[in-house]
């Protein structure tokens, strides 16, 4: 990080003002727009007594915010990692929180888990990760289906946030997108979709196919094709029935 930008994220962090940084760097503050949006979506989209699906909850930032805005609620959250897992298990005892990771079919994998940056974990390794920095360990873990998890299960907003794998937990969740028609909010960028041999207008005509329309998290759309996950765009987006 140039020196600058790190003594700016050092007074920021000091001071508890994230927008600071916001104010000088542009991926900052799309970064800050996006975690402002999302609750805001839940707020609009999640009743009281509202069902949320968590897949990738990681420490549950997002599903915090599912909790305090439906009290009520079903919530429902897959994380393959075990100590992260039992962590949520601690601090959400009314979560349903399962030690799994979801994709397009059944099976056991092998899941890259970085230790010092455990947000960029998955099935598969991220390049932009050394050794160095993220001090990767390679677990097997079980892997479920949306269709097979959630049988039975009305969810009114689902989040994705796997690392690149986003493809594959829609295919593994046809049946129940299309008969639920829940609200996506989904984490979505080209080049950890590549990983899994996955183009962004692979991912959208799936949604397309499956009824649904894209907008920025932050509200710009409907998203055209060719913009979806194009450099510099959005990360979060939302995936609404049309």
Known sequence: MPLGRRAISALAHRLERPELVAAFYGGARLTLREEIAIPAVLAA?????????DVGTNQGQVLREAVRISPRGRH???????????GLRRDFPAV??????????????????FRRLEGWSGLRRSPEISDERGEPEYIRVRVSTLDAELEGVVPDVVKIDVEGNELGVLEGGRGVLSRTRPLLIL??????SALYGAGSGAIWDQLAELGY??????????????????????????ARPA
């Open 76 to 86: 429902i959250a897959f994380e393959p990692i075990p100590a992260l897992a039992a």
């Open 96 to 113: 349903d929180a399962r030690e799994l990771a979801v994709g397009a079919r059944a099976e056991e994998a092998e899941f890259c888990h």
């Open 45 to 53: 989209a999640l009743p009281a007594g509202g069902t949320y699906v």
């Open 213 to 238: 329309e894209l907008f920025a998290v932050t509200g710009e759309g409907p998203i055209a094709r060719e913009r979806f996950g194009a450099e510099g765009s959005a990360v979060n987006w939302l």
């Open 187 to 192: 984490e979505h960028v080209a080049a950890a």
